[in-house]
């Protein structure tokens, strides 16, 4: 079933276009066809995931549809996200890797390191193991880069409030990002580390604050926000981009 929207008529009008929509910091054509039949905006996905299609009532305003596109957003994250991780975890596709969109490119070496590199101007994941061995050695080199991370991040806002950390774990939870229990363990999804620098220091922050405030009061949000400056913006990325990272298949 797609999203729709009741017609609502205004002075403003659109010509049949194509043009392109970022969806979680991937670009996709998409085309703009007016129906003089249609009563509400249908939104559909093309074949394969590679691009999108919106048929809209004749003479809906613009703001309306860029106002349609982008309540949708999460939607089309869910929906997209059976493509991308199902089809780009392979030799020639991406990967976030703090937000970086990087390249898939198997060595062909049975042996050696997974690694992250810089090759002529594009970021490059580069894999070795046979081939059945790649998503899990993706999966095992993001866990890798959050726990670096993380513990860095931890180390840095606990001693800023004078707290104790007592463990650092890292899980593959769908419900939550991130927990922290009453005697100091905070527990993190390896997920993040393919969301920008911003996320990864927020959700540090965020779990960080809790050892001194167990709850999401006003005190906690506001001691979140002096440990991370951009909560706000990494709190929204999440939403918008969150379901995306979770859906994707490492098998």
């Not at 463990?167 to 922290?180: A, E, H, N, V």
Request: positive net charge; contains cysteine; aromatic residues 6%.
């Amino acid at each position: 079933m797609f999203p729709s929207f009741k017609r609502r008529r205004g002075s403003e009008t659109r010509l049949d276009v194509t043009r392109d929509i970022e969806v979680a910091g991937k670009r996709l054509p998409l085309t703009i066809r007016q129906n003089a039949r249609a009563t509400r905006m249908t939104l559909r996905i093309e074949p394969g995931g590679r691009a999108l299609k919106l048929t809209v009532p004749e003479g809906l305003p613009e703001h309306e549809v860029s106002a349609f596109l982008s309540r949708h957003q999460g939607w089309l994250m869910t929906k997209l996200a059976r493509f991308s991780g199902e089809s780009e975890l392979e030799h020639g596709g991406t990967i976030l890797i703090r937000g970086v969109a990087h390249r898939i490119e198997r060595t062909g070496r049975l042996r050696g390191l997974t690694e992250s590199v810089i090759a002529d101007d594009e970021a490059v994941l580069r894999v070795g193991g046979a081939e059945e061995h790649l998503r899990r050695r993706i999966a095992d080199f993001l866990k890798k880069e959050a726990r670096a991370e993380l513990e860095r991040l931890v180390a840095v806002y606990a001693g800023r409030i004078g707290r104790r950390v007592r463990s650092l774990s890292l899980k593959d939870t769908r419900s939550r990002w991130g927990s922290c229990s009453a005697e100091g363990d905070l527990s993190f999804s390896w997920r993040i580390a393919m969301a920008p620098p911003k996320v990864i220091a927020y959700l540090a922050a965020h779990e960080v604050a809790h050892l001194q405030e167990m709850n999401h009061g006003p005190d906690f949000w506001a001691l979140c926000e002096r440990l991370c400056p951009d909560t706000n913006d990494a709190r929204r990325w999440l939403k918008r981009n969150g379901t995306m990272l979770h859906a994707i298949d490492f098998g």
